[in-house]
Structure formats: C-alpha cells, structure tokens
C-alpha cells in the first residue's frame, strides 16, 4: 500500500493569508488536508531562497536580545499537517520589544535595485511575532528591517516583508538628519547578513511554530495576490491508500498530515473567531471529508434535530457543497441547482439534497464526536452516489460551511471555507478543489484551477451551439435565413475551439492574463449563441403562422418555475401553440398559459374566450378566466432559504393582473410603478410614503399593448362548474390585434367521469387580516392589516377556491370575530376547526392566571360548538417555544383543555426535539406546526403521542416559483403522513405589502425581510400570482390521491378489481415525489377510472 503526497498552497479570495494543503490519494476515497509549503525545486518560479523547517535538527538560533528567558522546548514536528520547528519559550521578566532568532547557516546575499526581491512567513503564535532581518550598506552601516509585529492568533498567518531592498533604503533615510539619502541612493546594494524572526517577550510562555520562510522575486514568484484576486479559494485534495475509519475520531496518520482548509469567515463580518479545519482525502472508490469545529473552552455544542433532513441551520451544524465534474446525478437537475448539499449536526444526524431539493437521498456515512470545546465529523461519500463511475481527476468545486449556536436564541453564527456573499447556497463563492496525481507548484495549481474555469466557461458556449444546432439544422432547406445562420455558427464554433487552444496552450503568466482577458470574450460567445437559439426557435415555431402574422403563440406548463428572459431564448418545455388541452373533473379549477410574441409593434390587443360545447353541456366562456402574468422585479429570492440574503431586483412573473397597465415596469432602472389617477407611483423605493395607495384592478381583461421583440404571457384558469357533464368539449381562445389577423387558438376540456372527493390533509394558512373598526378598505402594512367587509370576503372566497378551508383568526374582539366567522360561511368555507390566536395561552401560573384564562376561552368554546364546528384551537404563546417556556406552559395548557379548548404553535424541528428530550409536548400541545421539509418520522413520532402535524416554511410564502409550492405542498406533504399545512403567511406586508424593499429592519441593518405574498390587496378584492396558482394545484393533487384512496379501499372489498386495487395501491406507494407531476395526475386519474364500478 502506498500513498502519493501533493503539495498545494491555499489561498483566499481576499489575498489576505495564504496555507498549503496536502491531498492523499487512497485505493478508495479523496481525502483533502493541510499540507507543507512548496519546495524550491525548481518548480516553484521566483524563490530566491528559502528556508524550510522539516529538520532533521532545529534551525533557529537565539540570536540577540538581553531578555531572561528559559528554552524549555525546541523539535521538530508535525503541526496542522506542516512540518515545523516547534519553540517554547518562558519568559521571565516581560518587556517590550522581543527576542530575536536568526536562520543558522543564512548565507549573506547582496540586493540591489534592479529588481524587488520580498520575504514571506509563515508562523503560528500565541504572542506577537515579526520576521527580521539584519542589513549592512557599502561603509559598514547597519540596520534592521522588519515585517511588523502581528498579533499572534494561535493560527498560522503568513508574515511579509515587502521589497526587501527598498524597505533597506528607507530605513537607511532615516538614519540621515535629513532624511533624505544622495541621488542615486535608490540603487546602493546592501546586503542581507541575517534572517529570522522576532518573538514577543510577554513575561509569560510564548509557544511559536515556524512552517516556512521565502525570499522571493516579485515579477516571478506567484503571490497570494494571485490567487486572491479569484471570487474564491482554492485548495487541494490528498490521495491514500489507506482510507479513514468513518469513526469521527480523525487519529489516522493521513489526517494528521493533511493541509488545513481553514481561516472561516463570517458573512460580511471579517474572520470568524471561533475556528473550523476541514480535510479531505480520496481514493479509487470514495471521497472523504473530515471537520473540526473550534467553540469556547468548557462549551458543548447544541443540537436536537434527530430526523435525516431535519432542520438543522440554527444549530451546531456543518454544511458540505459539492459538484464534482460529470456527475450523471447532477445532470438530471436544472442548471441552478446542480450542487450537493450535504450536512451533519453535533448529534450525527443527516442531512442530503440537490440544490435546495432536500428530497434527495444518498447512501453515504458519517460520525460525530463531541468534547467540551469542540466537535468533529468525518463524512465518506462514494463515488457512486455523485453519479461518478470512478475517481474523477482536476478541479472540483467544494465549500465547508459551519453554523454554530450562541448564547443569542435565534442568531447563530454562519461562518465558511470560502468566503459567500448572500449566503451558503452562493454557488458563484464556492471553492475549487484540485484533485490529481502529479506533484503541483503553486504556479502550477493556479494555472490549472484558471484553466478548468475558463473551459467551464467555454463548455457553456459548447452546450449552447448544440442547442442552437437542434433548432436550426432540422429546419426545411427553403427557410431563407438558414444557411446564414449555419454558417455564423461555423464561424462561432472556429472562434470557440481558437480560444479552447488558447486556454490549452498558455503557460502560467499566459493563463493569468487570459483569465483577465477570455471572461467577457467568452460572454460576448455566449450571448451570440443565445441569440442563435433564440432564432432558430423562432424560426421553428412560426414555420406554420399565417405569413402576414405578426404574433407568435407558444404554449407550455402553466405550474413551472421556468422563466422567460427578454432577449433570451425561450424556455425548452414551451413549444409552438396549435391546441391548448386540460383534463379536469367537474367543480375543479385547471390552469394553462399561453405567450404571445411579436415581431412587430402590435396595439389594443385583446384576448377573448369562447363558450366550450360538448355533446350534452356547454361550459360557458365566463368559466375561461383570462389574465396576463405580470413580469415585476422584487427584492430576491429570500423567503426561508437557509442563510440566503434577498438577491434583488430580480425580473420575476408573479401578478395575474386583468389590466396590464396596472404595473408599470422600469426595466432599465428596474423599479415598478403602479398607475393611480394621480399618475404612476413608485413602489420600489424603500423610502416611499405609500399610505395613500387604492390598487383596484379591473374586472374584465383588458386590452394590451406589445412592442417588436416583446412577448406577454396569458394565464388561463378553466374553473370547470359543479355537475357539467362528463365529456369532450371544445372551443377556442381568439387574439384579436386590430390591424393584423386575428388567431383562433382551440381549446379543448376532458371532464374525467368522477368526482374529487376533499383532500385527506387539511389545507390552512396563517392568515393575518381582520375587519377593520372603521369599515373602511385598507391595503395591509407592517403595523396594520384591516380589511373592509368587501375585501375580508373576497379574501375568504380567494382562500376557498385555492382550496384552504380552515385559515387562521387574528380578530381579538369578540364581535367582529362573529362577524368575521358569518362571511367565511357565506363565502362557502365549511365548519371544520376553528384556529384562533385570541385567546391564547401564555404561561398563566396563578390560580387567579388561570380561572381567568379559562374564563376568556369558555365563550369562544361555547360559540364553536353552538355554530357547529369541529374543534377550537387556541395558540400556545409563545412562537417555537423553548424548553423553559414549554415547563410554563403546562398549566396553562391543562387549564384551557379543561374547558374544550386544544392548543398549537409553530415550532422548528429542532426546537421540538430540544424541547421533547425534557418534558411530554403531548400535555402543551395538540397541533405542532413544524417549519422545514417533511419528516415522516416526526409525524409517526407526533402521532403516536395522540397529537396532530403541520408543514409550514418550505418554503415561507411568496417565493415567485409556483412548481416548489405544488410540489411541496402536495404530494410531498402527503407522502411524509403530514395532518396538513399551515404556511405563513396568505398575506405579511413587512413594509407596505406592494412594495418588496421597504422593510424597516432592512433598510437599516441589510437584513430585511421580503413580503409573504400569495395575494395582493385591492381596494375591493385580491389579485393573485402564480405561486398561489401552484399551491391550488398541489391541494387538487392530494384530492386526486384521496379519491384514489376511496377507490382503492372500495374496490379491495370487491373480488373483480382486487387485483388492480391492490396494484394501484402498491404503486401509490412507490410513488416519486420528484416525478412529473402532470404525469403522475394523469396516472391516477386513470387508475381512478379502472377502478370504477
């Protein structure tokens, strides 16, 4: 068994420090540590001189200072992976200055002018240290030179002495009165007598490790500028024959050796103070990353979560970024989410995703061990779990990331490897980690690292050209602009493999001017075949329009988080509209879109519906809805992603307007404006008195306009009515432009033969609004959302139609609480369970505390059973409740069930967890509202104490991406045994709720909040957004499993279907969240219908 040592320095973004790292190379795995500094062999250009510290004998020697002190220790030996000289010594008396130690043997060297020669070092110390040097000018004057004294840190930091010649003169000037030397001076040689270093002197033991000093040559030596100037740091991975036991413990020897990835930095906040090492091995079968997790002495580190997939970015966690290169797994999911997201906690438990889908499992192995004072975890990942036939080679893109708790509930600190910008997810930050067999230079990692980017970059281009390829080369060989587009592309593909040669070819200073160079010659490529792909999608999808059209109609899901970009070419899945089909059952709502293209300015363009005729019914057109998605720009796409800072302004589809008009967008400026009767209003300044604002849209869809090369997307919701007639009906959408043809585009509608029965899980929301005390309209801020009778009713039908039948009350006064409750009936909401925040329980103690709260609940109770609801619950204050305020909550928890109330709260998984090692939270709590993605085992643990569970926070609401919310929201939430859902919030303005810049906390510290959104108030009902439209869709995909269910269970009774019951029971089972959720309805619904009777 052997094992292949390569060396590789370290560097940060910001070129402040620079380390070495080590990779081993093992029969199995990649492990990745700290390593020694590179040898001057030849491979490293520029080093003049250097001294290492690998022995066998001590190379310092006390050189000069008249300090009482005692040597107690001076070794060679291995520290953090580097082989250092190892000194301490006790100092008996303290003062100022130091003791000064030279480099036995230093040959004296002469330096003149005519190039910058430079010393680094580095040294790790718990006291002042500073390298220096003794110089002597031609006349026999001498002097000292010196770097500074650094703060020693306990860490290894690099220490410079910057042009050692020019510092030599100065500090000749200033033995002049004068202080000014002859003309000429400049030029005088000096010579260098001795080198070493300065050690505090604090009248205390002061321990040093001393790794490795260089006098170098500016103009060829590579600096850390030079790797600092990249958005990110670069390290190494080590290979071994040896893999590590996955046992937590890090005492194999190639840990010991391995290169540090360290110095953590905090988000925006400087270097962190408590510490993380990471490590990283590999091998032929596996890749292996160690972490070491420093915390205050005395300190154990807190987690709870226990369920795989848990929560756990608010306790002691460590998150771990991975792409490695040609990932079959990766490839399977969009472009911005191919990464691996890997984290453990303190207690062990896992955690696995792509991007931000924390669905994804693999099969890898983790340990944990904690001490006081610190944690480490050793992770394994086999490469066949990262879609890797085998050990790849060159740079892999990696962060390590540390939560870790403080003494402050609810603000961890959020530390990283490579330093992120707007949170852990910043893929732009991530570091490169080189993986190979060779032994590199310094010059030589940079130069691959810069390499494997730049062609990352050119592989886009690449992609791209075969994208533009597939559009235009099956077009008909008469299509006029064909073969001018074939041939840009042949020239583009020249220009393309010109620069991968380029790349290929340039040595070490080439690659660093081409890195400045290539990035916008690169992008100029990569708009080019954009635009190529964009026209030859338009020339694929107008081969059938009329030839004095001027509109192009694409159609494609509705429920997508696929965008369309001005100028960029279409999404793939939108395709040439010649039908638009939806399949639904009778009282259903079904959603499809449309987009309209013009090549041309086209005015008052109107879009109309047509009644759909079947053979027995007709579904008349007021059931088609029209709107047009309104493309708005917001702050980001923040809404309880972990960690993630607000990104904005962002160009996002999220209104369904009927007037188009309503918004104004600035895309140059990139702000909105809404129209008033006054004039446009800006509703993007954070500043913005909006007090005064009264959206109304309008009630039917309006006329809109579309410039030449502009498109606008139509949304259309069938809401199919109660009791139409089973059957095909068909009809059509009419674009009516006044000056051009007018385009019929059919529509067809198949209602299925049965009907939706309610879903098994109950939908809720947090909702906020209350009746306002003066009756009037109002349009919700972060201090107010009182509505008016008109708005609170068209809420609660908007609430019922996207199928949440059980929102939250906020009304504190008990007759607009009635009142409230008499238009959720009349808008159609069903007497399930009533969830009200007043009252509420807070902690009451007291015999007087509790008769009193008990007092305040029995007429709420009593209205509830009088008006024929189910349950009433009550919140248990406070908000995700710790283990102190669970024990106070008990009395008061008993006291409210005594007279018929129950209780719930929302809480985080790993608060729940924290909270449940220590008391019963079946005596607080009935509903447990749970933040995160669902955990089916917390649901089997929840339930088996008689409560009930829901999902909320995955995400928050008013994330702009309507599939997330089907998805998530559905049969996700389903398939995890969830009671139902209860997001937050239907509706929180933290500033004005149409302006997405203007929360107060944000303007003032950058960490704002975005508004939840699922609507958006008007003065007299709601408009609703795409997100919304997705969540409908998840609530109708449970409906169609419930009604599955039904069958199942019916048919299982009856020998003639048992079989396909229990078939289709098998495969519901079976089912994969992350299949094509269109595909998988159609599936059920046709397993409904061989199933009937």
């Not at 929301?765 to 009713?793: A, C, M, N, W």
């Not at 139609?801 to 504190?812: I, K, L, N, R």
């Not at 709590?925 to 999902?951: N, Q, S, W, Y």
């Not at 919304?1028 to 009604?1043: C, H, L, M, P």
Request: charged share 25%; proline share 6%; net charge negative.
């Amino acid at each position: 068994m052997s094992e292949e040592i390569h060396e590789c320095r370290v560097e940060r973004g910001t070129g402040r420090r620079c380390g070495l790292f080590i990779i081993i190379v093992t029969g199995c795995a990649l492990t990745i540590l700290a390593a020694p500094p590179p040898e001057t062999d030849g491979l490293t250009k520029g080093v003049v001189w250097r001294q290492g510290f690998e022995g066998p004998d001590p190379s310092l020697v006390d050189w000069w200072g008249n300090i009482e002190k005692t040597v107690e220790l001076q070794e060679i030996k291995t520290e953090d992976g580097r082989t250092v000289e190892h000194l301490v010594i006790r100092y008996n008396v303290a003062k100022t200055g130091g003791n000064y130690w030279s480099v036995r043997d230093f040959a004296p060297l002469t330096l003149d002018g005519d190039r910058k020669l430079s010393v680094l070092a580095r040294v790790k110390s718990n006291h002042p240290v500073a390298i220096k040097g003794n110089i002597r000018f031609e006349g026999g004057k001498s002097g000292i030179i010196d770097s500074g004294w650094t703060k020693g840190t306990g860490q290894f930091e690099t220490l410079r002495i910057e042009d050692v010649h020019g510092r030599a003169i100065r500090t000749a000037a200033n033995m002049v009165k004068v202080g000014v030397l002859p003309e000429g001076s400049e030029k005088i040689p000096v010579k260098l007598e001795m080198l070493g270093f300065g050690f505090g002197a604090p009248g205390e033991t002061a321990e040093v490790f001393v790794d490795d000093i260089l006098l170098y040559d500016e103009a060829l030596f590579s600096t850390d500028e030079d790797v600092g100037a990249l958005p990110f740091r670069v390290g190494w991975a080590a290979r071994t024959d040896r893999a590590p036991v996955v046992d937590g413990l890090l005492d194999e020897e190639g840990w010991k050796r391995a290169p540090a990835l360290d110095d953590f930095t905090i988000l925006d906040k400087g270097r962190a103070e408590m510490q993380t090492v990471g490590r990283v091995l590999y091998d032929d079968s596996a890749l292996t990353i160690a972490v070491d997790c420093q915390d205050v002495p005395g300190r154990k580190p807190e987690a709870n979560v226990k369920f795989r997939d848990g929560s756990m970015w608010e306790e002691d966690s460590i998150e771990i970024f991975l792409i490695p290169p040609e990932s079959s797994v990766l490839a399977r999911y969009p472009a911005g989410s191919r990464y691996f997201q890997f984290g453990i906690n303190a207690l062990g438990t896992r955690y696995d995703g792509v991007g931000y889908d924390g669905s994804w499992d693999a099969d890898w192995s983790a340990a944990v061990t904690v001490q006081e004072g610190s944690w480490q975890a050793e992770i394994r990942f086999p490469y066949s779990e990262l879609g890797l036939t085998s050990s790849p080679k060159g740079v892999w893109i990696l962060n390590l990331c540390r939560t870790r708790s403080t003494s402050t509930p609810g603000r961890p600190e959020h530390s990283a490897w490579s330093p992120v910008e707007i949170g852990f997810h910043d893929v732009s930050h991530f570091g490169r980690i080189v993986v190979g067999e060779e032994k590199y230079s310094l010059a030589m990692v940079r130069a691959l690292v810069l390499r494997e980017d730049l062609r990352a970059s050119l592989e886009l281009v690449a992609l791209a050209m075969k994208k533009a390829r597939n559009w235009i080369e099956p077009l008909p060989q008469n299509t006029p602009q064909k073969p001018g587009l074939l041939e840009k592309l042949a020239h583009i593909d020249l220009r393309v493999e010109g620069i991968a040669s380029e790349i290929t070819d340039a040595d070490d200073k080439g690659l660093k001017a081409l890195a400045a160079s290539l990035p916008p010659r690169i992008a100029a490529l990569q708009d080019k075949m954009d635009k190529a792909v964009f026209q030859g999608q338009i020339l694929a999808f107008a081969r059938d329009m009329p030839r004095d059209g001027h509109l192009l109609v694409l159609t494609g899901p509705a429920i997508t988080n696929e965008r369309f970009t001005p100028g960029r070419s279409f999404p793939q899945s939108f395709r040439a509209a010649k039908v638009l089909s939806a399949s639904a059952c009778a009282g259903e709502t079904e959603s499809l879109t449309f987009v309209l293209y013009a090549f041309g300015p086209v005015q008052d363009i109107r879009v109309e519906a047509s009644d759909l005729t079947g053979e027995k019914a007709v579904v008349p057109s007021r059931s088609v809805d029209l709107r047009v998605v309104k493309y708005w720009y917001q702050a980001g796409r923040e809404l309880s992603r972990h960690m993630e800072k607000p990104t904005g302004p962002l160009l996002v589809p999220e209104l369904l307007l009927k007037d188009d008009s309503l918004i104004v967008v600035d895309r140059e400026a990139k702000r909105n404006f809404m129209r008033t009767p006054q004039g446009l209003v800006d509703i993007s300044d954070p500043q913005a008195d909006l007090s005064g604002l009264a959206p109304r849209d309008s009630k039917e869809l309006q006329p809109f306009d579309l410039q030449a090369g502009e498109l606008k997307q139509i949304w259309v919701n069938i809401k199919v009515p109660v009791g139409t007639a089973v059957g095909s009906y068909r009809g059509s959408i009419t674009v009516k432009p006044p000056n051009a043809p007018q385009i019929h585009l059919p529509l067809t509608l198949e209602v299925y033969p049965f009907t939706l029965l309610p879903p098994v899980i109950e939908y809720s929301i947090f909702y906020r609004g209350v009746l306002s005390r003066d009756g009037l309209p109002h349009i919700s801020t972060r201090k107010v959302q009182q509505l008016s009778e008109e708005q609170y009713l068209a809420q609660m039908k908007n609430l019922l139609d996207h199928g949440v039948v059980s929102a939250t009350s906020y009304q504190s006064r008990a007759p607009l609480f009635r009142r409230e409750m008499e238009l959720r009936a009349r808008a159609g909401l069903p007497k399930g369970s009533i969830y009200t925040y007043n009252p509420a329980t807070n902690r009451e103690q007291s015999k007087e505390e509790l008769d009193r709260l008990q007092a305040e609940i029995r007429p709420w109770v009593q209205y509830a059973r009088d008006e024929g609801y189910s349950e009433l619950y009550i919140f248990a204050h406070p908000d995700e409740p710790g283990v102190e305020e669970a024990k106070a909550e008990v009395a008061s928890a008993k006291a409210a069930r005594a007279v018929g109330a129950k209780l719930f709260t929302a809480i985080g998984p790993g608060i729940y967890e924290e909270v449940a090692r220590v008391i019963d939270l079946s005596k607080i709590l009935d509903l447990f509202v749970v933040a995160g993605p669902p955990k089916a085992e917390m649901a089997t643990a929840i339930h088996r104490g008689g409560g009930r569970i829901m999902c909320y926070a995955n995400p928050q609401v008013g994330m702009e991406e309507p599939l997330t919310y089907r998805r998530n929201y559905g049969i996700v939430l389903w398939k995890a045994g969830y009671d139902g859902t209860m997001n937050y919030a239907y509706q929180h303005a933290f500033g004005h709720e149409w302006n997405d810049w203007d929360d107060p906390d944000g303007t003032t510290s950058g960490e704002g909040h975005r508004d939840h959104m699922f609507a958006y108030s008007t003065m007299d009902g709601v408009i609703d957004t795409v997100q919304w439209e997705g969540f409908r869709e998840a609530v109708d995909d449970v409906r169609y499993i419930s009604t599955l269910l039904a069958a199942i269970k019916k048919a299982k009774k009856k020998g003639k279907k048992k079989k396909l019951a229990v078939a289709a029971e098998k495969w519901l089972s079976e089912l994969d969240v992350n299949d094509d959720l269109d595909a998988v309805r159609r599936q059920i619904a046709r397993k409904i219908m061989e199933l009937a009777p």
